[in-house]
């Protein structure tokens, strides 16, 4: 693995940069591991969700894309982490979960998160996100200055370990057992099922809204498979322009070396591949896929779309979490 860079700043909203190019910045979002950044700010219930966001990449996203009495929203929300982090930086959130346990813990997580000084608002909806424009409140269409979510994976990529009499036993790595929740369909349905849900949430967006997915590929059978370029394409499907793919440290920096934060399954999966001599590296960052709403409709004369893409929202602080 090469030696990494000391991260640049980055702009403060994202710009799109001809021939498909995308600009990129790191992001470093794991100086403190996961635990740390949960501790004494979510519920103890919540540890046991299988797909869990890193804080730090949804208040950095936060920061850097909205203001405060902006609102944020997340389609996939789990136990609330963008919108718990999002009250806490006195923006105001809407979440919507499939999952009742899920979706209940995440309406908890607010209102700890209340208690303990957050001064935004937030509101979580129990629903089918493929559904988005049924279930989500009118007073929101339009109104939406971010989304941030992350697409569900299957219990190949999650999960607890415990190490017992009979060897190391795998718990906490499905988000229910109900055949409709997307993490248990296959990656085209998965795909389709992303590409309805941003369709939905372009709709809540107001002009020039952006939408931040953090996604990372993974193993199947051996083969990688690139989760992060097929949810561009489903973004731009959506109707949505892509305009940054940024890295999120899920690493931390000690100087001019990454410390590594692997889990179990990662460490586990590369060590029995470099044992067959295939050369795998451990995962230590999710891309991070930025979209913006278009800020007027092409045929209003306004401007053009990729004039429109090109011009940063208005009055934003660009500020790292």
Not at 105 to 124: D, F, K, P
Not at 191 to 220: C, K, M, Q, S
């Amino acid at each position: 693995m090469a030696e990494p860079r000391p991260p640049r700043a980055a702009a403060p909203h994202p710009v799109a940069i001809d021939d498909g190019d995308l600009r990129l910045s790191v992001w470093p979002t794991a100086q403190r591991d996961a635990r740390a950044q949960r501790a004494g700010r979510y519920l103890p219930a919540a540890t046991a969700h299988p797909g869990k966001m890193l804080p730090a990449i949804a208040a950095t996203a936060i920061t850097r894309y909205t203001q405060p009495g902006d609102l944020v929203a997340d389609p996939m929300c789990g136990i609330g982490t963008t919108l718990i982090e999002a009250v806490h930086l006195g923006r105001d959130a809407l979440g919507v979960e499939y999952e009742p346990r899920w979706a209940g813990l995440a309406a908890a997580g607010i209102t700890h998160a209340r208690r303990h000084g957050a001064t935004g608002t937030g509101e979580v909806i129990c629903g089918d996100a493929r559904q988005l424009p049924g279930i989500a409140p009118a007073w929101a269409r339009g109104r939406v200055a971010l989304v941030v979510t992350s697409p569900p994976y299957g219990p190949s990529v999650h999960g607890h370990v415990r190490a017992t009499a009979g060897g190391v036993r795998k718990f906490n790595n499905r988000y229910s057992r109900d055949p409709v929740n997307l993490a248990h369909h296959g990656l085209d349905a998965l795909l389709d099922g992303i590409t309805r849900i941003l369709t939905g949430a372009a709709a809540l967006l107001r002009p020039g809204g952006i939408v931040v997915i953090t996604a990372r590929p993974w193993r199947h059978r051996g083969e990688l498979v690139d989760l992060p370029s097929a949810v561009i394409a489903a973004g731009r499907a959506a109707g949505l322009t892509p305009v940054e793919r940024c890295v999120a440290l899920l690493a931390g920096l000690d100087g001019d070396h990454l410390v590594a934060r692997p889990s179990f399954f990662q460490l586990d999966n590369t060590r029995k591949a470099r044992a067959r001599g295939e050369p795998w590296h451990l995962i230590v960052h999710e891309d991070l896929l930025i979209f913006r709403k278009q800020r007027f409709p092409a045929s209003s004369g306004k401007l053009k779309p990729d004039q429109a893409d090109r011009t940063a929202p208005d009055d934003a602080q660009g500020q790292a979490a």
